[in-house]
């Protein structure tokens, strides 16, 4: 069974600044995706990046880019130049190619971004 | 084009009531679940759909709960009777059917549960 630790229940940064979210993962599958959820109080999931794991180049979106340790099960969210539409509670994820499409979340990190 | 939509968003029922939650996912998607979070942990899978088979819900406690799917298109989830550690985010997602086995799932806003 796969399990995602997320050991930052909480995480603030000031407005136009830089925060990384951490994450580890353990899985003995070699085929699989890396996933960062963002979930405002609306409550409504939005995939924010993913990785696939078969890629050693670190994904990107925007703002947005991962630090993808493979041999260290490691996968980091590094948010750049912060906004306030950033805070949110950011759920890291895992998908394996073994998994039956089940998504394995981690508890989540609340992130609150000060003004 | 519509999300994935979900009634009620709220639901307070008293203890050892019925109470059903409906899902209608993103058009041409084939694939439905339905997720569980607890209040400050993330999502756990409840049941997942391909079509109208349920090909996955060895999570649904089935003596409470129950799930129907039955054109292959929205969807209910029950749970009879309610109690209290039921109270929690329901959430359902969509994906459409690939060979891949990614398949990018589409949340909703999910329906708040509080059982008194």
């Known amino acids: 069974a796969q399990t995602v630790t997320q050991s930052q229940p909480e995480m603030s940064v000031q407005e136009a600044e830089t925060v990384t979210l951490s994450c580890t993962y353990d899985?003995?599958?070699?085929?699989?995706?890396l996933f960062w959820y963002k979930q405002p109080p609306s409550r409504q999931m939005i995939l924010v990046i993913r990785q696939e794991a078969y890629k050693q180049q670190n994904a990107t979106e925007n703002r947005f880019s991962v630090n993808f340790q493979k041999a260290a099960k490691s996968f980091s969210l590094k948010i750049s130049d912060s906004q306030l539409g950033d805070a949110a509670m950011y759920f890291c994820?895992?998908?394996?190619?073994?998994?039956?499409?089940?998504?394995?979340f981690g508890s989540g990190t609340q992130l609150t971004v000060l003004p | 084009e519509a999300g994935v939509v979900q009634s009620p968003r709220y639901k307070i029922i008293e203890k050892k009531q019925p109470v059903a939650f409906w899902c209608n996912p993103i058009s041409g998607h084939n694939t439905l679940y339905w997720y569980l979070q607890n209040l400050g942990q993330g999502p756990e899978l409840l049941i997942r759909y391909e079509n109208e088979e349920a090909v996955d819900d060895s999570q649904l406690p089935k003596d409470r709960f129950s799930a129907e799917r039955l054109k292959g298109v929205d969807s209910t989830l029950k749970i009879q009777p309610a109690e209290l550690g039921d109270s929690a985010v329901y959430l359902c997602?969509?994906?459409?059917?690939?060979?891949?086995?990614?398949?990018?799932?589409?949340f909703g806003p999910g329906t708040r549960l509080t059982v008194l």
């Open positions: 994820a895992f998908l394996g190619s073994g998994s039956a499409r089940q998504l394995t």
């Open positions: 997602a969509s994906s459409p059917l690939t060979s891949r086995f990614l398949d990018e799932q589409f």
């Open positions: 899985t003995s599958e070699s085929d699989y995706y």
